[in-house]
């Protein structure tokens, strides 16, 4: 690693620290109704949705009806996101003539970017309207983050109320997440990007000649406006099929910067929000302070992992050789081992380098991140609703080492607390782990694959991790535009979403009902070693459930290149 980075990376941790912060307060105060900066102009618009729409923001709904309106808002936007897909070729803002996406995959997109994966197994730019990028996929990005932001909120608030079926009203979450938050950031971070470059337009393609007479095409479009929402809602869906590597996406290296504090920005404060909330700040540094402790040892690994020379270089004789297969020259390792670290620590699939490219090692980390849950920090509100789930676990646990009945920030845990816990952990464990089984033994699965190796079953596996983490990130080497891939895929991604937020609002409706037990009877959840055990818990389940699969694959990998050879 140069010298450069080793101030530049302390530097960065510090500024997603400080953003975060301030911003999870911001959003306490958004989140419980206070006034803010932008109340004096949000708040009347707020007020016009709600009539609108006949919302009542005083309603207090139990987890059920909270439950119900959130999973029949999705529904709906997934119905409108596929018809749109499958009508694109007839309505306007389709410059190339487009035509209308097959079925399968439609059926793939629009479970994807509803469940906030944003999943694509096509080139953007080659199969997708400007129409369906800003009315379909443009939208969702929005909606579908501020739908885990709601459900985050209701989380909290089962700990912030006691003796109540109440959890809190989606609609007034889904909206204030969206205007006082997601959107006046877009707008922020749209103008920065374009002012860097990034185009934003509603041109057709730009047909050129080369010098030897070919014919290329420069993509153009409504870029800037879309970049800024799928790295601040951790979406993570590329504008042109090269995501962040595209020099459109990412020209310069402040707009790299710029893309991973985006992507970290609201899910590293909603611990602060967290915080906040329950007027205990102390517990929100503790929880933010596991997650950035597992970034670092993460981050620290991947850095190595990339700078280090690929062995494979001392069997060829080359001296001081960089590993720059799939990176872009213009950005470097260091910035794209950063990268694709913070881009799988959340629900981001966004990726500044070919991630099929990266060395084994490197994919074993992107991997586990995604794999245990995407805690760290995770997705906007859903990262901190898979760290809760550890918490509880871990508690549990604590609870059972010292004799006392388990509990956690005040509240009682019982049998059906820990067999919500355990579901919405383990299910998207046993989905990715059996799928890419199922992929690897069957001919319409294994008949995608460039070769069959030991990269093979990393790219599998990766895929799968990513569909059910919500992350949408892939290795290039498998051709997953097929109706198996797509249906596959699509039916983890919706399963996993569905364990998660289901489990996390019936666990709401379960504890928000308890009593708050006195504070000289809590295990304390603020110090090093409840910040300690919670660590080791993420690990332990990770390495205990994945290792047989991440031997096989990354771990072979690297063992093959040791021997010199090349997959």
């Known amino acids: 690693m140069s010298n450069s980075w080793l101030f530049q990376i302390p530097v960065l941790l510090v500024f997603i620290t400080a953003i975060a912060f301030f911003l999870g307060e911001y959003m306490a105060k958004v989140f419980a109704g206070e006034r803010t900066l932008l109340s004096p102009i949000l708040e009347p618009t707020e007020k016009v949705i709600y009539r609108m729409f006949g919302i009542d923001p005083n309603e207090d709904m139990t987890w059920k009806t909270f439950t119900i309106h959130s999973l029949l808002f999705v529904f709906v936007g997934a119905v409108a996101l596929f018809l749109l897909a499958r009508a694109q070729a007839f309505l306007p803002l389709n410059p190339e003539n487009f035509p209308n996406i097959k079925w399968d995959t439609a059926i793939n997109t629009a479970i994807s970017f509803v469940t906030n994966t944003d999943w694509q197994a096509y080139k ?45 009203n989606f609609w007034v979450y889904l909206t204030r997440s969206i205007i006082y938050i997601l959107l006046p950031l877009s707008i922020i971070l749209a103008i920065l990007l374009i002012s860097q470059g990034v185009p934003d337009n509603l041109k057709p393609y730009t047909h050129l000649k080369t010098l030897e007479g070919k014919e290329q095409v420069i993509a153009q479009g409504p870029a800037a406006s879309q970049i800024a929402i799928k790295q601040l809602g951790t979406n993570g869906g590329g504008f042109f099929a090269a995501n962040s590597a595209h020099p459109f996406e990412n020209p310069t290296p402040l707009t790299d910067i710029l893309s991973i504090l985006a992507l970290l920005a609201i899910a590293a404060a909603f611990p602060f929000t967290f915080g906040a909330l329950i007027k205990d700040r102390t517990q929100g540094w503790a929880i933010f302070t596991a997650m950035m402790f597992l970034f670092i040892i993460g981050l620290a690994f991947v850095i190595w992992s990339e700078s280090s020379s690929n062995p494979l270089f001392a069997k060829l004789h080359i001296q001081n050789g960089l590993n720059m297969e799939g990176k872009e020259v213009r950005i470097g390792i260091q910035s794209s081992a950063v990268f694709a670290s913070s881009a799988t620590a959340t629900t981001t699939g966004a990726a500044s380098s070919s991630y099929t490219s990266l060395m084994p090692l490197t994919g074993l980390i992107l991997i586990f991140n995604m794999a245990i849950g995407e805690v760290i920090f995770g997705g906007v509100g859903a990262g901190f609703i898979n760290m809760m789930f550890y918490i509880i676990l871990s508690m549990f646990l604590v609870g059972l080492m010292i004799g006392r009945s388990p509990e956690i920030y005040g509240k009682k845990l019982d049998s059906h607390d820990m067999l919500l816990t355990v579901i919405a952990l383990f299910i998207p464990n046993i989905l990715q782990l059996a799928f890419s089984a199922i992929a690897l033994s069957m001919e319409s699965g294994a008949s995608s694959l460039a070769s069959p190796d030991f990269h093979s079953i990393t790219e599998i596996f990766y895929n799968y991790t990513s569909a059910i983490g919500n992350n949408g990130s892939s290795l290039i080497g498998l051709n997953t535009d097929n109706k ?27 504890i928000v009902q308890k009593n708050s037990s006195p504070l000289a009877t809590r295990f304390p959840t603020t110090g090093p070693i409840f910040i300690l055990v919670l660590a080791i818990v993420i690990l332990f389940i990770g390495t205990l459930t994945f290792l047989p699969i991440l031997v096989l694959g990354p771990v072979l990998e690297h063992l093959s290149l040791l021997s010199g050879n090349i997959f």
């Open 124 to 168: 953007s730019e080659t199969t997708l309207s400007y129409l369906t990028k800003m009315l379909g996929i443009g939208l969702q990005n929005f909606l579908s983050a501020a739908i885990s932001m709601a459900i985050a909120v209701a989380l909290i608030n089962a700990f912030v109320k006691k003796g109540t079926d109440g959890i809190g």
């Open 484 to 510: 198996f891939y797509n249906l596959t895929i699509a039916f983890v991604m919706l399963l996993g979403y569905l364990a998660k937020n289901i489990s996390a609002l019936a666990i709401a409706g379960s």
